[in-house]
Every structure is written in C-alpha cells, then in structure tokens.
Nanobody, 128 residues
C-alpha cells in the first residue's frame, strides 16, 4: 500500500527557514514524480514544486523559485523541501503527493494527473 508521511512544519518568522520531509513507503521513488502542494487558508491546493524520481529533474512555480529547493534521498525513500526566505503568504498546509509516470512527460503528469497518494499534510505558519 502506498503511503506518504510529511514532517517538519511549524511556526517561523518572515525571512526564516524550514525543512519539510516526505517519507514514502510501499513504493520506490524511481517511477514517480513527487510534488509538494500548498493550500493557503481559504484557497484551493496548488502544486509549487516537484521532482522526478528517476533522474532528479525538478520544477518550481515562480512564486517559490530561488527560495525553495526540492531534493530526494533514494536510500531513505524520502523527498525534502528546503524553504528559505519565507513570507507570510507561504503560510498554509503543505502536502506531498506521488504520481506514477508511465510514459508521458513527468512535468505534464505533475500538472495534469491526480496523484496516486497524498500525505496527511503539515502546517507551516509564517508570522512575526
């Protein structure tokens, strides 16, 4: 059974940093794209970054480019999200999700295909 567990959220001041983790079980990362999704209060969930397990290629939405870094550690079957220069608008619940890639572009899959599995989410609050 596919399973994802996030950790690492919390309260941080503007300009601060947090590192989120997404531990996968029941599958390996190789043939999946793993994404981080942000749901701000009152808003719908949107994808902000992803990494393709097979080759480590990454994508970032403009709002987080140059501030967030996604990475993976295959030995631990874990994906990380390093969040720097945090802003109040980064506040919300962060979910990781895994989407199987069968043959289409991994980025197209991230933007168009419903994930196979979601984590439970972790709260990030950026406030002074």
């Amino acid at each position: 059974q596919l399973h994802l567990v996030e950790s690492g959220g919390g309260l941080v001041q503007p300009g601060g940093s947090l590192r989120l983790s997404c531990a996968a079980s029941g599958f390996t990362l190789d043939h999946y794209v793993i994404g981080w999704f942000h749901q701000a209060p009152g808003n719908k969930r949107e994808g902000v970054t992803c990494i393709y397990g097979l080759d480590g290629n990454t994508y970032y939405r403009d709002s987080v480019k140059d501030r967030f870094t996604i990475s993976k550690e295959n030995a631990k079957n874990t994906v990380y999200l390093q969040m720097n220069a945090l802003k109040p608008e980064d506040t919300g619940v962060y979910y990781c999700a895994a989407i199987r890639v069968w043959g289409d572009s991994w980025l197209w899959v991230f933007e168009n295909v419903e994930p196979n599995v979601w984590g439970q989410g972790t709260q990030v609050t950026v406030s002074s």
